[in-house]
């Protein structure tokens, strides 16, 4: 597959198949294939109401601000990241949440220092703009670092997971199956990262 790879050229069969025959607890994408990831994004999102995340690694990935449109959740490296991708792309709104109707949080990872959980908070009467809260989370601590290559993409590895396998736990359960990181999907995203590292 070729970084060009145009809508027209997916399999249609395999497509229908997929959607047809799985039961997808989300979509995550890396923001490569944009027309692709659109196809499918918009497919997950709006047709089937599955919930998208996507890995931002920069603000300047083709067709970036349509696949945002489209996400439940971002992951971001960093808040230059973050800033950048608010300036370039949503210079009109006051917040990345007003300009993305399906963005209910973004992650922000910083490294040693954490990660960064920024929630859409309901917009009160009377108001235009959407507020966020902010919650930090700590990253997990490794004496013997050998080498931090990986740490953000195992990070991201763990939070998907782990939420997708809570949601599917309480989907069998009957219960609330929200697609918004709790703070042990979170610490495990943490510990998987640090962990990486050794």
Known sequence: MSEQMMPDEIPIIAYHHFWSTTQVSCLYLDGRFPHVAEVYATEAAV?????????????DRARLRDLLQLCTGIIVSGHHTLHDVHTTLFTHCRSIFDACPYLDWIVVTMGGDGAELILKQQKEEG?????????????????????????????????????CKRRMLSTKEGNNNSFVPTQADLEFATFLAAENCR
């Open 47 to 59: 047709t089937r109401g599955v919930p998208v995340v996507m890995d931002v690694e920069r603000s």
């Open 127 to 163: 108001t235009k703009d959407s507020s966020s809260s902010r919650r930090c989370i700590p990253s997990h601590q490794v004496d013997d670092v050998v080498d931090t290559t990986g740490a953000g993409d195992a990070f991201q590895a763990g939070l998907v997971y782990s939420m």
